[in-house]
């Protein structure tokens, strides 16, 4: 049977993920200057890391943002394009072995998707993402580089940036836990680091996802949120995500390969 490749184009970035006979042959990522270029990028060089003719690949579906500038057939292979929304949905259930979850794709912004194996729905929006970190440190440490403010983060402390229930309040209220933020930079102090701003920045994006998860699902009887795109791998993701769980009773999954989950839904199609 021939190889079916889902391909996520982002902004900046394409995913591309290999299926054969319904298992996972390969998945990896590019950066290139414009979303063309990206794709035939991940194309190339997906087929040359696994060894793989171009004749083995039988079917190609697109999604993401950058799917709508590539009108041709890729290579001359059938190419069908996908609704972004959808392949968010059945690519996170799959990748998390779930039937049906609340589906939250953290990248340059935030999608909230309500997932089942025969339905996806979206629920709404968020401009709070990945642009926001990448803007906030630009503007607060001059740096506009991922990875350098990730390193950052690392050595930070949000004590000296954030206030807490903690700060305010002298005796703890059963609704709100002392270590509750009450106010994200609500306490920055003149002596904050970069390090301690960084973290600030991540915390405070993590934070608002979270809740805006929890007010998705005030009223709905579901509990399983799978968290999907490339905030999810940040280290800090699973400290603050699970602080919630412990707080408010969801349950935040971030699966293996969670930045591949729209390329992977993509072929679920």
């Not at 690949?57 to 394009?81: C, H, M, P, W």
């Amino acid at each position: 049977m021939g190889i079916i490749l889902g391909i996520d184009v982002g902004g900046s970035t394409t995913k591309i993920v290999g299926i054969q006979n319904n298992e996972c042959i390969g998945m990896l990522q590019v950066r290139a200057a414009d979303q063309i270029t990206s794709m035939y990028g991940a194309v190339g060089n997906f087929l040359a890391k696994h060894k793989i003719a171009l004749e083995s690949i039988s079917e190609i579906y697109l999604t993401g943002v950058g799917a709508s500038f590539i009108d041709e057939q890729v290579y001359g292979i059938k190419t069908n394009r996908v609704n972004e929304l959808t392949a968010i949905g059945h690519g996170a259930l799959r990748l998390a072995g779930l039937s049906e979850a609340l589906v939250v794709s953290m990248g340059t912004g935030t999608a909230f998707v309500k997932a089942t194996r025969e339905e996806v729905t979206h629920l709404g929006g968020s401009g709070v993402g990945g642009g926001t970190i990448i803007g906030l440190a630009s503007q607060m440490l001059g740096k506009n580089d991922i990875d350098a403010i990730l390193a950052l983060a690392k050595s930070g402390s949000l004590k000296n940036v954030d206030l807490f229930v903690s700060d305010i309040l002298k005796n703890e209220v059963q609704s709100l836990p002392s270590e509750l933020t009450a106010a994200n930079f609500g306490k920055i102090k003149s002596t904050a680091s970069e390090s301690d701003i960084a973290l600030g920045i991540i915390n405070m994006i993590f934070e608002t996802v979270g809740m805006l998860a929890v007010f998705a699902l005030k009223n709905d009887d579901l509990k399983d949120v799978i968290l999907t795109g490339t905030l999810a791998t940040f280290p800090q993701a699973r400290m603050v995500f699970s602080k919630f769980e412990k707080l408010i009773g969801l349950n935040f999954i971030i699966p293996d390969d969670a930045v591949y989950a729209t390329a992977l839904g993509a072929t679920e199609y």
